[in-house]
């Protein structure tokens, strides 16, 4: 099964900035990049999803190396309510056929 | 239009009860995940549906963890037997795409067994 490691936590504050790099070195030929938002008693909500190279959208950039073995969540200009958990998922496959492996996550913290 | 939605938001249940937690799926969407997540950890995944068909329960903890999706819509997870710790929270999630590649979750239900 692929495996993902990512940043524990991470800090920032408002307006500034931030990366968060997702290592995901089993990755499959076939497999996405997809990162998620979560809010303390909510599921995960979808933020962006890549191939390869870099896609962008209105809330954030992902940045995926020629080698896909890490992908790099970038989110522009935070604000507190940016202040969430964010995991990196990436599609595995197993004996049994796909699923899914999230990240460990990483708990962004902005501050005023 | 409507999300994913879950049912009951919350359950409490006494050890070795049997529970069961629903999920309504976006309408159409052909695949469906239920995820486990205990406090502080990630989503760890528990089985994978396209539509009636279970293709992946390898992450079902125990023969007490038993889902169906019998009309390749609604599913319902069932636990036999509760025991404390499958006290977390338990996510469905649903995708348009066979893969799933983009999977839109519920809110979760969170269960605690005493």
């Known amino acids: 099964l692929a495996k993902t490691t990512q940043p524990i936590s991470m800090d920032s504050y408002e307006g500034q900035e931030v990366n968060i790099t997702c290592s995901h070195n089993?990755?499959?030929?076939?497999?996405?990049i997809t990162w998620y938002q979560q809010f303390p008693s909510q599921g995960p909500r979808f933020i962006i999803q890549?191939?390869?190279t870099k896609v962008t959208n209105e809330v954030a950039s992902l940045f995926i190396p020629a080698d896909r073995k890490s992908s790099t969540l970038s989110l522009p200009r935070v604000s507190l309510s940016d202040t969430a958990v964010y995991y990196c998922l990436v599609g595995a496959k197993n004996n049994y056929g796909q699923n899914f492996v999230f990240g460990p996550g990483t708990r962004l913290s902005v501050l005023p | 239009g409507a999300g994913v939605s879950q049912s009951p938001r919350y359950k409490v249940a006494k050890r070795g009860q049997d529970v069961a937690l629903r999920c309504d799926p976006i309408s159409g969407h052909v695949s469906l995940f239920w995820y486990q997540q205990a406090l502080g950890q990630g989503p760890e995944f528990l089985t994978y549906f396209q539509n009636e068909a279970q293709l992946d329960k390898s992450g079902l903890p125990s023969d007490r963890f038993f889902a169906e999706r019998p009309e390749g819509s609604v599913s319902t997870l069932k636990i036999q037997r509760t025991q404390q710790e499958d006290s977390a929270v338990y996510l469905c999630?649903?995708?348009?795409?066979?893969?799933?590649?983009?999977?839109?979750f519920g809110p979760g239900t969170r269960l605690l067994v005493l």
């Open positions: 890549g191939y390869k």
């Open positions: 999630a649903s995708s348009l795409e066979y893969r799933g590649e983009t999977q839109y």
């Open positions: 089993n990755i499959a030929t076939n497999d996405y």
